[in-house]
T-cell receptor, first 112, second 108 residues
Framework: KAGVTQTPRYLIKTRGQQVTLSCSPI?????VSWYQQTPGQGLQFLFE???????NKGNFPGRFSGRQFSNSRSEMNVSTLELGDSALYLC???????????FGQGTRLTVV | KNEVEQSPQNLTAQEGEFITINCSYS?????LHWLQQHPGGGIVSLFM???GKKKHGRLIATINIQEKHSSLHITASHPRDSAVYIC??????????FGTGTSLTVIP
C-alpha cells in the first residue's frame, strides 16, 4: 500500500512569487490536512479537507489556500511569498476523525 | 499558553536506559497522537490513544484522560531511537494541536 506522497520534495522560490504543493493521500483516505513546520513556531495546522470540502482552517493569512480533488489529492497554494514562509510543509492523510494519521515526507520550501 | 505542553525539550540517554517523555494538554481531544520525526523531516505516527495504554515493541504510550496527561516510554533505548518525538492532541474537528517536541539523543 503506497504511503502519502508529497511533491516536490524541495523548492526554492523568490519573494513575491506563488507556489503550489501537492499531496497524494493513501488510497481510500478522504481526509487530507496540511501543516507548516518552522524552527521558531514548530508544527502548526493550516487546513483540513474532507471529500473536497474544507472542514477546518488554522490561523494563517488568506495567502495560504488549498483544495481537494475528487480523487482526494490535495494541493496547497501560497501566493505573494514572504521570507517567513520558508518552512517544511507536511500533509497527513486519514480515513476520518479518530483514525490514525499518516504523514508525507514533506516539501521543504525556501523563499529567497 | 500552548494547548499542548511537552517535557523535556531535550533528552540525552545512554544506550539501554529507560526513557519517559511527558505530554499535558488543555484542549478537549478525541485522541492523542505520538509522532516521531527523524532528521530530514519525515514524520511517522507511533501511537494513537484515546484511553489506557498501548505497546509496540519497546515503545509504550499511556494516557490519563481525567488528568489530561500522556507519557511515551522507551525501554532499552538504542541509538536508532534518536529522533524528535512530538505529542499531538487531535480534536473532534480533525485538527491537531502539537507539542514543541522532545529531541532525544541516545549515546552508544
Amino acid at each position: 500500500k503506497a504511503g502519502v506522497t508529497q511533491t516536490p520534495r524541495y523548492l526554492i522560490k523568490t519573494r513575491g512569487q506563488q507556489v503550489t504543493l501537492s499531496c497524494s493521500p493513501i488510497s481510500g483516505h478522504r481526509s487530507v490536512s496540511w501543516y507548516q513546520q518552522t524552527p521558531g513556531q514548530g508544527l502548526q495546522f493550516l487546513f483540513e479537507y474532507f471529500s473536497e470540502t474544507q472542514r477546518n482552517k488554522g490561523n494563517f493569512p488568506g495567502r495560504f489556500s488549498g483544495r481537494q480533488f475528487s480523487n482526494s489529492r490535495s494541493e496547497m497554494n501560497v501566493s505573494t511569498l514572504e521570507l517567513g514562509d520558508s518552512a517544511l510543509y507536511l500533509c497527513a492523510s486519514r480515513q476520518d476523525v479518530n483514525t490514525e494519521a499518516f504523514f508525507g515526507q514533506g516539501t521543504r520550501l525556501t523563499v529567497v | 499558553k500552548n494547548e499542548v505542553e511537552q517535557s523535556p525539550q531535550n533528552l540525552t540517554a545512554q544506550e539501554g536506559e529507560f526513557i519517559t517523555i511527558n505530554c499535558s494538554y488543555s484542549v478537549g481531544i478525541s485522541a492523542l497522537h505520538w509522532l516521531q520525526q527523524h532528521p530530514g523531516g519525515g514524520i511517522v505516527s507511533l501511537f494513537m490513544l484515546s484511553s489506557g495504554k498501548k505497546k509496540h515493541g519497546r515503545l509504550i504510550a499511556t494516557i490519563n484522560i481525567q488528568e489530561k496527561h500522556s507519557s511515551l516510554h522507551i525501554t532499552a533505548s538504542h541509538p536508532r531511537d534518536s529522533a524528535v518525538y512530538i505529542c499531538a492532541a487531535g480534536n473532534t474537528g480533525n485538527q491537531f494541536y502539537f507539542g514543541t517536541g522532545t529531541s532525544l539523543t541516545v549515546i552508544p
